[in-house]
């Protein structure tokens, strides 16, 4: 099936609009040299909006797949941009499905995993929150050891659902192993090279060197940094596995804590990349994605919209200036084209008369 979603055709009119205006901003590569054209298509339309535009997103639980999206419609009469799900799911199958489903209506899809320990069975029973010890987390990262096998063949059984998605020229937001620097996950507060970032390499290195896992954009999804008691999360770089293995450095944040500093380590931690509220509890204000302008998009928790956010704040956010929905962004992209057209007449009108009365000087 050769399927074009809506999003990859907005995509490139966006790019196309706003490609006079990123000259001299910094724009990455995608991490990995073969990623598709649509990952690519949509990596570059992600920097044309940086400081432009914040796309919204919403996370659903793989057992009610559109529950939380559709009550954001119902709020707000427009759905997010952005489908979210997990692949720690009874029915994978079901849920993919849906992922195609949401592709097609022009949704961009991001993925994630609360993955089991390597040596627990990948049931729906699950037991990410477990720990990992010392001695096994080293197997776990040294080559064909039984953890490492085990680990391999795990997520061997997620690259498989991955290439369906592919084969459909569908590309996906893939944040594998969030939250890696809190203390809640086997995977995390491993710090240094032989910590997480191997484990993070490891990754890349089966998905796009083995699997050819080319539709892929790589965010790597830290928690904000906290320090509060018994859920602390440390700081971004004793995690980060460097440049060239991340597209987009991501943060959670949750309990609204917002902090400045949150926004700015990712920025300088990236030295220019994409950054995005991975996950978030409370969504964030206008006010607050104003200030700290280099985020992406905001993806809000499954069920959150209505444990932990009001509908007036909800219908705010939404209808923001800068905020992106599914529906309306095409008419704001025929605004700001609008926009950018009148810059550049009114700019050659200038250049025109200052080169006019350049002439009537010289005579």
Known sequence: MNMKTNFIAFALLFFTIFAQNIVAQVVFEPVNPKTTKEAKTLLKTLYTMQGKYVLTGQHNYGTELTRSSDTIKKVTGVFPVIWGCDFAVPNRKKMIAEAINQAKKGSI??????????????????????????????????????????????????????????????????????????????????????????????????????????????????????????????????????????????????????????????????KGKLIALGEVGVMPTPEILAQQTKWSWFMCWANFPWTNNTHAGIKNLYSAPLVLSLENKEDKIKIEKLRIKKEIADKKKAEKEEAKNKGKEKK
Do not use: C
Not at 148 to 165: F, G, T
Not at 242 to 258: F, P, Q, R, S, T
């Open 109 to 270: 899809i991001t993925l994630m995993y609360h993955m089991n320990r390597p040596f627990d069975a990948d049931t729906v029973k699950r037991s990410p929150w477990k720990e990992l010890s010392e001695k096994e987390w080293q197997e776990l990262v040294t080559p064909k050891t039984i953890i490492n096998k085990q680990w391999q063949a795990n997520i061997d059984s997620v690259a498989i659902y991955l290439k369906q998605l592919q084969d459909l020229k569908i590309p996906v937001l893939w944040r594998p192993y969030h939250e890696m620097n809190g203390i809640w996950f086997w995977w995390g507060n491993h710090p240094g090279k032989a910590g997480f970032k191997k484990l993070w390499i490891m990754t890349y290195d089966r998905f796009v060197n083995y699997h050819g896992l080319n539709n892929l954009i790589w965010v790597w999804n830290a928690n904000a940094p906290r320090d509060w008691k018994n859920d602390q999360a440390y700081a971004y770089d004793q995690f980060y596995p460097g440049n060239e293995y991340v597209d987009v450095l991501a943060a959670d944040i949750y309990k609204n804590d917002y902090k400045q500093s949150h926004h700015d380590q990712l920025v300088e931690l990236g």
